[in-house]
């Protein structure tokens, strides 16, 4: 089992940036990647970005391409979305995910492990 805690939510102001932070610890060395998702009120959640651990591939939802960057630190078990120019929209509920099975990275059930989530709220 892998543990996950995000920290690095807030409010920020339209056009702010913010940088989220995923520290995992567990079995981690047998992630195959992991991912940002996230949950507006009353929306289903929704796939944000994602990272592979082996090789270095990232992947991102057409609304947060060219604004959102995934990277990680594989020495620290750290993944990391910087947020720039934010927008109303990009506000939420954002999770960190793991999984262990390779596959279309995009599919939240695929994903065997999350944290507890971090609130984004981006003011207009």
């Known amino acids: 089992q892998v543990q996950l805690v995000e920290s690095g939510g807030g409010l920020v102001q339209a056009g702010g940036s913010l940088r989220l932070s995923c520290a995992a610890s567990?079995?981690?060395?047998?992630?195959?990647?992991m991912g940002w998702f996230r949950q507006a009120p009353g929306k289903e959640r929704e796939f944000v970005a994602a990272?592979?651990?082996?090789?270095?591939?990232?992947y991102y939802a057409d609304p947060v391409k060219g604004r959102f960057t995934i990277s990680r630190d594989n020495a620290k078990n750290t993944v990391y979305l910087q947020m720039n120019s934010l927008k109303p929209e990009d506000t939420g509920v954002y999770y960190c995910a793991s999984r262990r099975v390779a596959g279309f990275v995009a599919i939240a059930d695929e994903y065997d492990s999350w944290g507890q989530g971090t609130q984004v709220t981006v003011s207009s």
């Open positions: 567990g079995r981690t060395s047998s992630t195959y990647a």
């Open positions: 990272i592979k651990w082996s090789i270095i591939s990232t």
